[in-house]
C-alpha cells in the first residue's frame, strides 16, 4: 500500500478483524441493525451486489438455466423427507409457530436452502424425459441461526443465489455439475481478480444430503480461507425422497438426477479481505459499481475545467465505462479521501493550472500512482479501458503472489502445526481418508480440509498418522 493510512481505519497488519470492520463502515458497505445477527446493506454494498448478480446472471442465462421463485417457508414434513439434509441444518433452521395469535398446526422452517422445495415442485411437474433437464436458478434471502456472525461473512439472514436442475442421465447431471463449478471459478478469477482452487470436499465436509460436494476456495490477505461457491451433485437420493420420476427414452420408469449450486453475498467479504488496504476499499475495475471518479480542482469560475470534465464523463458513460464527477464542494483533498475509501478504481484529476501546462492526472485506487498525461492526441477511451485493463489484471496477479506466498507443503503433523501456529495459509498435506485423522487436524486451530486436490501424493504416507496415503488434500483454516 502507498500513500498515508485512513486514520478511522485500524491498520491490516495490526488487527485484521477491526480492520475489516472499519473498511465495511467506512466505504458504507452495509450497517449494524437492531436485529441480531443481520445487516443493513448500505447503497454501496448493495450496487456490489447487484453487479455480482447482475454478470452471473447473465452467465447462467448463456448456458441455458431459467430464473424462478419459490417459496420463503417449508412445511417440516418436507424437510424431514430428506433425513441427512435435515440433521445437516437442523443447528441453523429457524422456525414460524404462529400465524397471527394461532398456533400452526405444523411449523414452518423458514427457507435456510430450497432443495426440499424444488425436489417437491419436481415431483408433481416432471413426467417424461421430454420435461428435461430443467435448468432453474433462484435468486433470494435464506436465514440460517448462526451463533457467532461477522458483516458478509456470516449473518443470520444473507442474499445468495440457489440453482437447482434436474437430469435424465447420471452423465448429464455430473457433467452440470462440473461446469458450474468452472462459473464460480471464472467469476473469481476474471471478474473479482481472486485466484481460487477447486476441487472435491471430503466426505465429512460435503454439503449434506449430497453425493460429492466440489468447492471454490479462495485465501483472504491473512491466509485464512473462505469458502467461495459450491456445487454438489445429488445423484438419485432427493429423486428417490421426493419421488421425482420420469418415464425415459425406453419408456421405463426411472429416478431423476439432480445438481444444485450456489454462492452468496460473501463473496463481498471476500473481495474486501483480498484486496483492501489501510486506506479503505479496493475494488477490481470488472466489479466496481463506478469505475471512474472525475474532480474538477481551480476557480469555478474556469469553464475549460468543468467542460472537459463533462466532455470526458459523457464519452466513458457511453461506452459503458461508469464514470461521475464530484461536484460537491468539498476540498480536492475530502474529495480524493473519499473516492479512496470507496474503491473507486480510477481517479481523474482536471485542474485549471494543469490544463495551462495541457495536462490531466489520472490516480490509480490500486497503487496510489499518480500519472500526469499530456492532452495532445490524448484518447480518453481507449487510455481509460486500458488503465482498467492494467490495474484488473495487476489486482489479480498481487492476490496471486499473496495466496502463493502463503501456501506450504507439510509432511508430518507437527509441521502443519508450526504452520497454522506461525503464518496460516494453504497447507499441502496427504491423508489417509480416515476422518479421525481429519478430525485431529482440526484440534489446530479449528483447521479443517478444504478440497482434494487432484495433484499427485506428496510423499505418499498421511501426515496425520504415518500410514499410507489416499489423498492429497489441501488445508487451511476458515471464516
Known sequence: MNGKQNKQITSRDVDFAKWYTDIVKSAHLCDYTSVKGCMILEPNGYAI?????????????????????????????????????????????????????????ERLAVRPTSETLFSDYYASTIKSYNDLPKLYNQWCNVVRWEKETRPFLRTREFFWQEGHTVHATRIDAENETKRMMEVYRWFHHEILAIPTITGMKTEKEKFAGAEYTLTNEALMYNGVALQSGTSHFFGQKFAKAYGIKFTNKENKEDYAWQTSWGTTTRMIGGLIMVHSDDKGLVLPPRIAPRQVVIIPIGND???????????????????????????????????????????????????????????????????????????????????????????????????????????????????????????????????????????????????????????????????????????????????
Open 49 to 105: 451486489w447487484e453487479k455480482m448478480k447482475s454478470i452471473l446472471d447473465a452467465k447462467f442465462k448463456e448456458l441455458g438455466h431459467s430464473n424462478v421463485s419459490l417459496p420463503l417457508f417449508i412445511p417440516e414434513n418436507l424437510l424431514k423427507k430428506e433425513g441427512e439434509l435435515v440433521n445437516g441444518f437442523a443447528p441453523e433452521v429457524a422456525w414460524v409457530t404462529h400465524g397471527g395469535s394461532k398456533s400452526l398446526e
Open 301 to 479: 469560475k474556469d469553464s475549460r475545467v468543468m467542460d472537459l470534465a463533462e466532455k470526458y464523463c459523457e464519452i466513458l458513460n457511453k461506452n459503458n465505462i461508469v464514470t461521475y464527477i464530484d461536484k460537491t464542494d468539498r476540498t480536492p483533498g475530502f474529495k480524493f479521501a473519499e473516492a479512496e475509501v470507496n474503491g473507486i478504481p480510477i481517479r481523474l484529476e482536471i485542474g485549471a493550472r494543469d490544463l495551462e501546462n495541457n495536462k490531466i492526472t489520472f490516480t490509480r485506487r490500486d497503487t496510489s500512482e499518480k500519472i500526469s498525461e499530456s492532452l495532445d492526441n490524448l484518447d480518453i477511451l481507449e487510455y481509460t479501458k486500458n488503465l482498467l485493463d492494467i490495474i484488473q489484471n495487476d489486482m489479480y496477479e498481487r492476490a496471486k503472489e499473496r495466496r502463493d506466498e502463503l501456501t506450504y507443503t507439510a509432511h508430518s503433523y507437527d509441521e502443519m502445526k508450526h504452520i497454522l501456529d506461525t503464518k496460516p495459509g494453504f497447507i499441502h498435506a496427504d491423508w489417509c481418508g480416515n476422518p479421525e485423522c481429519e478430525l485431529k487436524v482440526k484440534e489446530i486451530h479449528g483447521c479443517k480440509s478444504r478440497c482434494i486436490s487432484d495433484e499427485a501424493l506428496i510423499d505418499g504416507k498421511c501426515a496425520i498418522c504415518g500410514e499410507d496415503a489416499k489423498y492429497h488434500v489441501i488445508w487451511g483454516i476458515q471464516y
